[in-house]
């Protein structure tokens, strides 16, 4: 079968490779679709970051260089290893992304197994990848998914779990006011999530692709150019004078980390989901005297089954979200380089690893 490896910085390679063994335990998994993410990006750009390092192997998968990539998938089971038998071939699923450590409870009253020592990700750490034709995963981390969500839209059930996660962290209530600063993918889905859940929505974004994008799909109520307005003295005017309620980083910027603590009320919570390569200035005479509360959010856990259950109520309308479709041999080219170099043109983009679904 056909795989997107990574070989090391700046070196990834389309490669046939032999098919996954379905091991006890394991669901083996026809991959439908794979959404390239911005950690691929990083990994080409500037790793290994979350790849294995060079001569080493990767603790948590003990696979070393090269590794499949690809961790925004969803597919068709087409086997199942031995002693899994509440799932069967057909059943269209998506994945959960982890390799965890056999120690950490990763059950359903887990809240915390995703910062886990030792934790991995499955197409970044080894443990195959998304952007191959086949993968077998642990039964743990196969979701399966209705049928009324088709399997493009479940590609992005896992960077829907990011925003999911973050606006859990939040607090945010309907009727409440969020900012979003940054209309990256991550951006966009958190604002679609705040949206479902009743809150009104502002976002902030210095590109007119993403802000009209942000608009035509219908998850901000009011969208922004920096460049144009003072943000914070807009979403004061918006909201009466009181500020906004909960603020989202979306764009690892110093100056949306700014103007969110700027916007927020009084007593407000701040969700930093960007991840930050450098070290931030806070203002913290701000956060102290408004007691704004400043938290993290990292990926997800446990919220894949609130995810899919939104997506299959229709709450939730990704098709705006896919912008374009590519096989693996457009992966460089018009995937990696187009996000690379052309971001604002898209949100997701999606690769059909067997060129199917093309
Ligand atoms: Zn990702």
Wanted: glycine share 12%; aromatic share 6%.
């Amino acid at each position: 079968m056909r795989a997107a490896r990574y070989y090391g910085r700046g070196n990834i390679q389309i490669d046939n490779v032999p098919e996954p063994d379905v091991a006890p335990g394991t669901v083996g998994i026809d991959v439908a679709w794979c959404g390239i993410c911005g950690t691929d990006l990083h990994e080409y750009l500037e790793g290994p970051i979350f790849c294995p390092q060079p001569g080493e192997r990767h603790p948590a998968s003990g696979d070393s260089l090269p590794v499949t990539l690809g961790h925004e998938f969803a597919g068709t089971v087409y086997a199942v290893g031995q002693g899994v038998d509440d799932i069967a071939p057909g059943q269209r699923v998506a994945v959960e992304p982890y390799i965890a450590r056999d120690d950490v409870n990763t059950g359903p009253d887990s809240t915390d197994y995703h910062l886990s020592e030792g934790l991995g990700v499955i197409g970044l750490s080894g443990g195959g990848g998304g952007l191959a034709e086949k993968i077998a995963v642990p039964r743990r981390w196969v979701h399966p998914i209705p049928d009324s969500v088709p399997l493009d839209h479940a590609a992005l059930i896992e960077p829907l779990s990011v925003g999911y996660h973050a606006v859990e962290r939040s607090g945010a209530k309907t009727g409440q006011v969020a900012l979003v600063g940054g209309a990256g993918p991550i951006g966009l889905l958190t604002s679609a999530l705040l949206k479902a859940l009743g809150v009104t929505v502002i976002v902030s974004e210095l590109s007119s692709l993403r802000r009209k994008k942000a608009s035509d799909a219908g998850v901000a109520d009011h969208v922004l150019d920096p460049r144009e307005v003072d943000v914070a003295e807009e979403v004061r005017r918006l909201t009466k004078g009181r500020g906004a309620d909960v603020a989202f980083e979306c764009s690892s910027a110093q100056a949306v980390l700014d103007t969110l603590i700027d916007a927020l009320r009084p007593a407000g919570t701040l969700v930093v989901i960007g991840i930050w390569g450098d070290r931030a200035a806070i203002d913290l005479f701000k956060l102290v005297v408004k007691e704004i509360d400043l938290r993290g959010a990292f990926a997800y856990v446990n919220s894949y089954p609130a995810v899919i259950e939104l997506l299959g109520s229709g709450r939730i309308d990704l098709e705006p979200f896919v912008t374009h479709k590519i096989g693996l041999d457009g992966l460089i080219q018009e995937g990696f380089n187009t996000l690379i170099h052309h971001s604002e043109t898209a949100v997701k983009i999606l690769v059909s690893p067997s060129g199917e679904g093309l």
